[in-house]
């Protein structure tokens, strides 16, 4: 598995995740085994979040590998804080308040990431600079970043936050790629050419903040897995050629598409099916050339002007 540096963080990371949203529906024995094939095929960094199972996907991934300093110090924790019941809330007690419970359920000292996991519209940023300023003096948080956020409020945060944010989550698959639409149709009278992230990915690169793609295999909004899917035969039939010519899965094309793009991207998959993680950890060793990652975008319904 191929490595990135993390924003410009100098932490060094598997170029593809394991999101842990639904381990909460394993017992520790299955959990156990997801955790140690990612590790085995290379991933070393896991992606939670202190709502995934209401805590318990945090619970049940500790005791899956018997945490302990010596399993600790192997791998890469990221969480995120900020959704409540019906509401968001970047105040500085819910975001240290959320940092010590992720931490007593994963049964560790410190996360290496912490991420604002959705826009606060009463956001006030001197607040979270408080948090995250508290969090990294004790030692509870090394490194902050940002989930579903745009350029905008990425800036409103840097206006007092002291740390870099070196990561932000966004939706983006071969089937949902409104960030790379717009910046293909510009001026176009046209819906691919709305933008509707602020110019996101762009803005990324020039700030050195590492996107992790989350869903990379879902179309539209949760509406379900494109690989495999009779509603989508020809992207399918594509994405089973590619497979053919380089010898993985389909699922793993899909992946290897994403890392092609130059923005340095860190996909987070969030199967729990130890065979499949494995198959789609191979697209890190699979480069796609330019006509390719072209082909496989047209194929899924994208029309370059």
Known sequence: MKKLELGNSGLQVSEIALGCMRMDQLSTQEANRVIEQSMEAGIDMFDHADIYGAGKSEEIFADAIDMNPSIREK?????KCGIRDGFFDFSKEH???????????LKTDYLDILLLHRPDALMEPEEVAEAFNELKQSGKVRHFGVS????MQIELLKKSVEQDLIANQLQLSLMFTPMIDAGLNVNMEHDPSIVRDGGVIDYSRLHDMTIQPWSPFQHGFFEGVFVDNDQFPVLNEKLQEYADKKGVSKSAI????ILRHPANMQPIIGSMNPERISQIAKASDVTLSREEWYDLYRVAGNKLP
């Open 75 to 79: 791998m890469v924790i990221q969480s």
């Open 254 to 257: 899909a992946i290897a598409w």
């Open 95 to 105: 975001i240290i308040r959320s940092v010590e419970g992720s931490l007593q359920r």
């Open 148 to 151: 579903n956020h745009n350029p």
